[in-house]
Structure formats: structure tokens, C-alpha cells
């Protein structure tokens, strides 16, 4: 693998930086650690709660099942994330800012398991695969570790920006009102607040200086906010139903049911998680400038499947990398993994008390869609970043990043082009980041690997 460079290609002078202290070991002070950390929740907290109400809402369950729903996914994604951040000696945990949450790639195979199951049945049907996949992940998992070395920065460039692209079409429906089946979606007022909330940051970003810079995207998701509560585009009614206190209790959906189709989707699913989060923990290895070998791969991908495992005794789904996180790693450039383990922490306690959690949520849609312009967008920019160390003036490397974006970028030109494909090849190829990070890879191998043939820039060291 290419050695990392020896110095910052983007110099961060807010960040403290001492001779034995790395930025990702840096402790902040409290004052610039909780604003920071906070920006982190925003990020997240309506794609964590995105697949309980979906799948909530599929199989029934009425406001208070709902409500234990959300709570168990904040609290899975709480515990994830501290010990992904904090780390169990060379056990679990890549003590990177990486965010562990549910992933909404498992949304649809999901969906798909409660409509081929018994009125009543269907929860329990989902948590059994869910838990047989957390297994999956924790046999595979060090597999992946051990192949980081065909992962150079072409390949890696490559799966970082189609993150970065990929995730486009999120924010820009959060722009648009956020429910494609609302009568007003895509309505001018929510466009304004969008680009409202976008304006304000640049702003930030522009004239801010020094620790304002930093949270610039925290002050957007507030002036945003108090924007929209004169026009009516702040629902203040989850704050007024959540209850004080709800921590969910283990098996309350019904103890899970083990069913081999299902199984075998998520098992397909969780690889797909587990090639994202792997590209996640390469994107933010880039950013940090702490470039993630083999072992922290492994030690990842183990969080990652010990999560999906026991999400379930409490209501959670298979979960992955968060990968609008490593926007705002990239975009704040505050490093901290404590940062993001008191993010972790605030999401035990969102979780435990719903009704602070329904604060964050008074955050209009649109408002994080302006905000969202700017994270993902930030992480094609750390993938385009990363392609210029890997060698372009190659013939051969061009050819493999131009066929292997295409091969990311069909999924969102074409949403059906795999519609007449076997359902877990559409699985696998439907997702922009591992058709493409599979692309690249394969190219990678045919080009540098097979044969004499090596290119210095994508020449390639074990681990």
C-alpha cells in the first residue's frame, strides 16, 4: 500500500497539534469539544431514525411501538460508536471519528422480509437474519482486513468520491421537503430554506474565523432552524408526544425467527455494509492522515458485526458507517475521535430520553439539506483529493477510474438498470460504492497485478 504522506496536504491551523499527540488523540478543551460533537448528531440523527420508521411503519407498530423502535437504534448507534471510537484493546473498535449507526441499505431487503412474513411475525423474522448477518460479518470480517492491500489510493480514491456522489440524492430530497409523497414536495418555500441554510455557512466559511469556522455547519443547522419556525416549516409536535424516558427492554418485538431466505439477503447485505464501511474507515484514514492498515480494518468490521449482532435483543438493524460523519470530519477538519465518542454518549441519552431527542429532530428537512450539500460534497472532494496521488498520467489508470465511477454512477442514472438481474446480484450492483469499489478493484488487479506490469504510483505493500 502507498505510504502515507509525511506531511498535511491541508494544513489546519485551529487544530492543536504537539509532537506526540496525533489530532485523532487529541482531547479538546469543552468548550470546542461539545459545539463539535453536537454537529455530529445533526449530521446523523435523521438517517439513524430513517429505517425504525420505515420499517416501523411497514409492519404496524403504533406511537409507542414506534417510539421503542427509535430509541433502540439511537442506543445501538450510541454504544457502536463509543466503542468503535474508544476501542477494547486489539479486540474491537479502529479508534477513529467514525460514527456506527443503522444503515439504510438494508432498508429494502428488509421491507421485502416483512412482506413475505405473517401479520405479527415480521419483526421477529427481520432480527433473526439480522443477528445470523452480525455472525457473518464477525467470521468475514478479518478477510477484509487482510485484502486492504489491494485497496492503493486509485482504488480508495475511486470508492471515496462515489460516497461523496452517491449520497447526492439525499440531501437534495431533504431539500426538497424531505417526503417524495407530500402534495408540496420539491415546493419553492423549501428550496429557499435549503439554499437559506447553504448561504449561511459559506458565510461562515468565509468570514469566520478561527473555532467559528469549525462549527460553521452547526450555526447553519441553527440559523436554519429559526428561519423556518415564522413560515410554519418547524413540526413541533414530536416534542410535545415523545416521553420523558423510554429504554427499551430486550426481545420486546417477540424473540427472532430464523428463516433461511431472509438470512441469505442480509448476509448479502451486510457485505455490501462491510465493503462501505471498510471505504468509510480508508476515506477517514486519508482525512486523519492516520491511513487504516489491515488490523484497524478488522478491528472495524468486528464493532461493526458485534453491533448487528446484539442490536436486535433491543430493536436494533444491521449496522454500518455513517458516512455523512466523515463529511463533517472532512469539512470541520477537528480530528478528534473523543469528538465523535461524545457523540456516541449523547446518542445513549437521546435514546434513553425520547424526549430530547425530538429537540434535535425539530430540525426541518430542508434545512439539512442545505447542510448536506456541503458534507457530501465534501467527501467527493477527499476522493478526488486522494486520486491525485495515484498516478493519472497513466493511460491504464485513467481507464480503471473512468470505467469504475461509471460503474458507481449507473445505479443513480439508471435506478432499474439491474431490475432484470437475480435479487442479490442487484443487491450487490444496486449500491453505487460497492459496484464501483468492486469495479476498481478487479481493474486494479487486471492492470497492476496479473502479469509484470506495476505502476510505482499504485505499486502495492502488505499491511
Not at 492498515?293 to 455513517?322: C, E, H, N, Q, Y
Amino acid at each position: 500500500m502507498a505510504q502515507p504522506p509525511t506531511g498535511p496536504a491541508h494544513p489546519a491551523p485551529d487544530t492543536l497539534l504537539t509532537s506526540d499527540v496525533h489530532p485523532v488523540d487529541e482531547k479538546l478543551p469543552l468548550a470546542r469539544l461539545v459545539p463539535a460533537a453536537l454537529q455530529h448528531i445533526a449530521a446523523m440523527y435523521a438517517g439513524v431514525v430513517t429505517p425504525p420508521l420505515i420499517i416501523g411503519q411497514a409492519v404496524g407498530l403504533d406511537a409507542a411501538g414506534m417510539t421503542r423502535l427509535i430509541a433502540a437504534s439511537l442506543l445501538i448507534a450510541g454504544l457502536a460508536t463509543i466503542l468503535q471510537t474508544v476501542g477494547v484493546a486489539n479486540i474491537a473498535g479502529n479508534r477513529l471519528p467514525f460514527v456506527n449507526a443503522a444503515s439504510s441499505a438494508g432498508i429494502a431487503p428488509m421491507l421485502a422480509i416483512a412482506e413475505t412474513s405473517a401479520p405479527g411475525r415480521q419483526l421477529p423474522a427481520i432480527y433473526g437474519a439480522v443477528m445470523v448477518a452480525g455472525v457473518f460479518c464477525l467470521l468475514v470480517g478479518p478477510f477484509f482486513g487482510r485484502l486492504l492491500r489491494f485497496f492503493p489510493p486509485l482504488v480508495t480514491g475511486v470508492v471515496i468520491t462515489l460516497i461523496g456522489v452517491t449520497l447526492m440524492p439525499v440531501p437534495v430530497a431533504w431539500a426538497r421537503g424531505g417526503d417524495a409523497t407530500a402534495a408540496d414536495f420539491g415546493a419553492t418555500k423549501y428550496l429557499a430554506l435549503a439554499g437559506f441554510t447553504l448561504l449561511v455557512i459559506l458565510l461562515f466559511q468565509r468570514f469566520g474565523r478561527g473555532f467559528v469556522r469549525q462549527v460553521a455547519l452547526l450555526l447553519g443547522l441553527f440559523i436554519g432552524t429559526l428561519a423556518a419556525i415564522p413560515f410554519g416549516m418547524a413540526d413541533f409536535s414530536a416534542l410535545r408526544e415523545a416521553p420523558v424516558a423510554a429504554l427499551p427492554s430486550p426481545f420486546a418485538f417477540g424473540a427472532p425467527e430464523f428463516q433461511p431466505a431472509a438470512i441469505l439477503s442480509l448476509c448479502i447485505v451486510m457485505l455490501v455494509l462491510m465493503t462501505e464501511s471498510s471505504a468509510g474507515m480508508l476515506a477517514l484514514g486519508e482525512i486523519c492522515e492516520r491511513r487504516s492498515d489491515g488490523r484497524t480494518i478488522t478491528r472495524g468490521l468486528r464493532t461493526d458485526g458485534i453491533a448487528t449482532l446484539l442490536g436486535p435483543v433491543f430493536g436494533g438493524f444491521p449496522t454500518s458507517a455513517f458516512a455523512q460523519n466523515v463529511g463533517v470530519v472532512s469539512l470541520t477538519r477537528v480530528r478528534s475521535r473523543y469528538v465523535v465518542a461524545v457523540a456516541g454518549a449523547a446518542l445513549l441519552v437521546l435514546g434513553a430520553f425520547p424526549v430530547l431527542g425530538a429537540v434535535v429532530s425539530l430540525v426541518p428537512m430542508p434545512v439539512l439539506g442545505g447542510a448536506g450539500i456541503v458534507l457530501f460534497g465534501s467527501i467527493a472532494v477527499s476522493g478526488i483529493r486522494t486520486l491525485s496521488e495515484a498516478g493519472l498520467d497513466d493511460s491504464s489508470n485513467i481507464i480503471l477510474v473512468a470505467v469504475a465511477l461509471g460503474a458507481g454512477i449507473i445505479p443513480l442514472a439508471a435506478p432499474t438498470f439491474y431490475a432484470g438481474f437475480p435479487a442479490w446480484a442487484q443487491t450487490v450492483l444496486g449500491s453505487g460504492i460497492s459496484a464501483g469499489a468492486l469495479v476498481a478493484v478487479a481493474l486494479n488487479l487486471f492492470f497492476h497485478h496479473l502479469g509484470t506490469r506495476s505502476h510505482p504510483a499504485v505499486a502495492l505493500k502488505s499491511s
